[in-house]
C-alpha cells in the first residue's frame, strides 16, 4: 500500500517530499529505517519503507469520515472537574485536557501544509497521507528525540504564551515538571552523563514556550 509524507525541517525553508510502502507493525519489531509512525497509545504502529522523492503536487489524499465529536462548553467543564479533582490527589502533578475542535476549510491538504511552512519557520511539520492512517499534518516546536552514535538529543517544552505577556510561576512549574520527568526517564534506560541547559523562552508562530535542551549517552545504542 503507498504513502505520502513530506516534512519541513525547523529553519529550513523547502519541504521533502516521498512516497512509500506502508505496513503495519507491532511494538517488537526491529525497525532501522524508513519513517515511523505511532498512534498516541502506541497500539497502532505504521512503517513506510523503500521511500522516493515525489513532487508535492504528486500527493494523493485519503480523506476519511470525520467522526469525531466537537465538545461543548458545558461537557468540557464537566469533565474539567473530575481533573481538578484528580490534581488535588498526590497521584498528579500535571494533567493536560485537551478538545476537540473542528473547523471547517475551503483548503486542500497541500494548501493547509504550504501555509503552515511559511507561518512556522521553527517548527517541524508534516504531512501524511495514506489508505490506512487517512490524512494528518501538523506543526510542532517540540523535538522528541535525535539520536547519533551514543549521544542523545531532546527537549522539556511545556508552558505556552503570547510575546506581550509575561511567564508566570505556573508555566515555570510546569515545564519544571516535564523536565524532571524526561530526566528521570533517562537515567532510568542506560543513560549517563544527562545534561541539561538553562531554560529559555522559544517562539512557535504567535506563541511562546519555555524550553530546556537536554543531551545524554547511552550505554547501548540498541535501547534506544
Known amino acids: 500500500m503507498i504513502a505520502y509524507?513530506?516534512?519541513?525541517l525547523p529553519?529550513?525553508?523547502?519541504a521533502k517530499s516521498f512516497k512509500g510502502n506502508i505496513s503495519e507493525i507491532s511494538k517488537t519489531d526491529n525497525i532501522t529505517k524508513g519513517v515511523l509512525i505511532s498512534s498516541f497509545d502506541g497500539e497502532q504502529m505504521y512503517t513506510i519503507t523503500d521511500l522516493e522523492p515525489v513532487n508535492l503536487l504528486a500527493f494523493q489524499f485519503h480523506l476519511t469520515e470525520d467522526t469525531n465529536i466537537e465538545q461543548t462548553k458545558s461537557e468540557y467543564e464537566q469533565v474539567f472537574i473530575a481533573y481538578k479533582s484528580a490534581l488535588n490527589s498526590p497521584d498528579y502533578?500535571?494533567?493536560?485536557?485537551?478538545?476537540i475542535k473542528i473547523k471547517d476549510r475551503n483548503q486542500d491538504p497541500l494548501q493547509i501544509f504550504n501555509a503552515l511552512n511559511s507561518n512556522y519557520s521553527n517548527t517541524f511539520n508534516y504531512l501524511l497521507s495514506a489508505e490506512s492512517t487517512g490524512t494528518w499534518l501538523a506543526a510542532t516546536p517540540e523535538l522528541l528525540l535525535k539520536s547519533k552514535h551514543n549521544t542523545i538529543n531532546t527537549?522539556?517544552?511545556?508552558?505556552t504564551k503570547t510575546p506581550n505577556e509575561n511567564w508566570t510561576e505556573k508555566e515555570k512549574e510546569e515545564q519544571h515538571i516535564v523536565l524532571l520527568e524526561i530526566l528521570k526517564v533517562l537515567q532510568k534506560n542506560n543513560c549517563a552523563e544527562v545534561h541539561h541547559s538553562e531554560t529559555y523562552t522559544a517562539d512557535a508562530g504567535k506563541i511562546q514556550h519555555l524550553k530546556t535542551d537536554i543531551s545524554s549517552v547511552t550505554n547501548n545504542k540498541d535501547d534506544w
Open 155 to 159: 527537549v522539556a517544552l511545556a508552558g
Open 5 to 8: 509524507f513530506a516534512y519541513r
Open 93 to 99: 502533578e500535571k494533567l493536560v485536557l485537551s478538545r
Open 11 to 14: 529553519g529550513e525553508s523547502t
